[in-house]
């Protein structure tokens, strides 16, 4: 009797060529540089080694990689579009927010308006796990940070955002 062996993620990933394996980390968080460092620390030993790892890289993570990781974020309340793995994520994660709540889709509409007007950028938080209304309250809270205060915060948000689809690419 033979018995079949499946390659675990983590050995698929070890195994891949970079492009393959920026393929699995890509959807993950739009930083290049993140997404090539962590391909180019292959093999990692365990999937508690990989996470370490991007933890770490995440670490140096300024305005520059919060605006590139922007780049691929919809507004909270709005349903990303395109086809890409990044958009499919982003549709389930906001999965909380209920379109058919008008006022809940109105007041966060205003929301994000207003904190794009104070800072400059989408607002970033980590939706899965957060219904709507936390979510709108979080934003309100977060229009009240100065500049330094919400880069920091929305920095935070993008590594909690980060790890979690990480270690779904790797479940």
């Known amino acids: 009797m033979q018995r079949i062996v499946t390659a675990s993620p983590l050995q698929r990933f070890n195994a891949a060529g970079a492009e393959q394996a920026m393929e699995t980390v890509a959807p993950c968080v739009a ?3 993140w997404q090539q460092a962590l391909v180019a620390g292959r093999p990692y030993a365990s999937e508690e ?4 790892e991007a933890a770490r890289l995440s670490e140096s993570w300024d305005a520059q990689a919060l605006a590139q990781a922007l780049c ?4 909270i309340g709005e349903r990303a579009q395109g086809s890409s793995a990044e958009s499919a ?3 389930q994660e906001q999965s909380a927010v209920n379109a058919r709540d008008a006022a809940l ?3 966060l ?7 794009e007007a104070r800072f400059g950028r989408v607002f970033l938080i980590r939706a899965k796990g957060r219904s709507g209304e936390e979510m709108l309250a979080a934003l309100r809270r977060r229009l009240e940070n100065d500049d330094a205060q919400e880069e920091q915060e929305a920095i935070g948000q993008l590594r ?3 790890m979690l689809r990480l270690r779904g690419a790797f479940a």
Not at 49 to 52: I, V
Not at 72 to 75: E, I, N, T, V
């Open 89 to 91: 994520l982003s549709r």
């Open 105 to 107: 889709t109105q007041a």
């Open 31 to 33: 930083i290049t540089q």
């Open 109 to 115: 509409a205003e929301g994000n308006a207003q904190y």
């Open 72 to 75: 691929a974020h919809p507004r």
């Open 160 to 162: 909690e955002i980060t």
């Open 49 to 52: 080694a990989l996470l370490a």
